[in-house]
């Protein structure tokens, strides 16, 4: 049975990030070279706000959901280990270390990437759930990270670094809940989902949650200290790129963000006081310095 106290923020997503860590690397006990190495290092460091998605959410429904949560950091990992390599946005730094491509070497980083993709959905497939909800998620979570979710935002956001006319808001609000938005809600969906309960409420919350996420990267590429935020800061505008901040002005931006985040809670009243963590991920997406 899956523990169902509810934990302050600060432990829910510590919590998620170690048990994620230790499901990835049990599927991946016993690999050594350079490509197993490299996925393991990609997945330390981060938040794991999509793993604690999955597990609260989850959580909210009684419900286990350990190999969902790890299996949606492999691919958050697996997109930002592709996202920073030369022929994408060029970083060096990722979570305040050197990028995989840095660590080890571009066809590393490629196939490390790849393969963190794939052990996905090896993870789904082990799920404890009535099969019709197991292949929901992996269905889901194709779409949500495929040329319909975050592969057709990342290409759009690219054609439009080259486009002759900038992006209009409601542009970068589509390009955006594909970019990043689509695994964040696939994330909250985690838990009704496997429990084949209503998903209207946290499809709500996690949309809306997504797209606060992104504005508040917006915001921390005009504000933030690279120091701090871990990657390269300023990019975007240096690029010239229409962005929340460009198109709403800097406390404009903030002030959307902190709508959606208002938004996302009130999506959560029918679950009372269960879901205040959750409601304290919302608070948090937008206070955060990194």
């Not at 829910?12 to 048990?19: D, E, K, S, V």
């Not at 050197?98 to 080890?104: A, D, F, Q």
């Not at 901040?245 to 800097?250: A, F, R």
Request: proline residues 3%; aromatic residues 4%; negative net charge.
């Amino acid at each position: 049975m899956p523990d169902l106290a509810r934990l302050p923020l600060s432990d829910a997503l510590a919590q998620a990030a170690r048990t994620t860590e230790q499901q990835i690397g049990l599927a991946l006990a016993g690999l050594t070279g350079p490509v197993p190495d490299a996925m393991r290092y990609a997945v330390v460091g981060g938040k794991a706000l999509r793993a604690f998605l999955a597990l609260e959410t989850a959580r909210l429904h009684g419900v286990a959901a350990v190999q969902a949560a790890a299996a949606i950091e492999c691919i958050h990992a697996y997109s930002l280990v592709h996202d920073d390599l030369p022929c994408m946005d060029d970083d060096d730094l990722r979570r305040g270390q050197p990028t995989v491509h840095k660590r080890w070497d571009e066809a590393t980083a490629v196939l490390a990437g790849d393969a963190l993709q794939a052990l996905a959905f090896e993870l789904l497939g082990g799920l404890d759930c009535p099969d019709t909800a197991k292949v929901d998620l992996i269905v889901t979570l194709a779409q949500a990270a495929g040329v319909r979710g975050m592969v057709g935002g990342q290409a759009a956001d690219i054609a439009a670094e080259t486009a002759s006319v900038p992006l209009t808001l409601d542009q970068i609000m589509a390009l955006q809940a594909g970019k990043t938005g689509a695994l964040i809600s696939w994330a909250a969906l985690v838990g009704p989902r496997i429990a084949g309960a209503n998903t209207a409420a946290l499809q709500t919350y996690g949309d809306c949650l997504g797209l606060a996420f992104q504005i508040a990267d917006d915001v921390l590429d005009v504000t933030g200290d690279a120091s701090v935020v871990g990657k390269a800061v300023g990019k975007d505008g240096a690029a010239g790129k229409a962005t929340f901040v460009s198109l709403l002005g800097l406390d404009g931006a903030k002030r959307r963000a902190d709508d959606l985040v208002m938004q996302a809670c009130d999506a959560l009243s029918g679950y009372g006081k269960d879901a205040e963590t959750l409601k304290d991920a919302a608070r948090f997406v937008t206070a955060r310095r990194h």
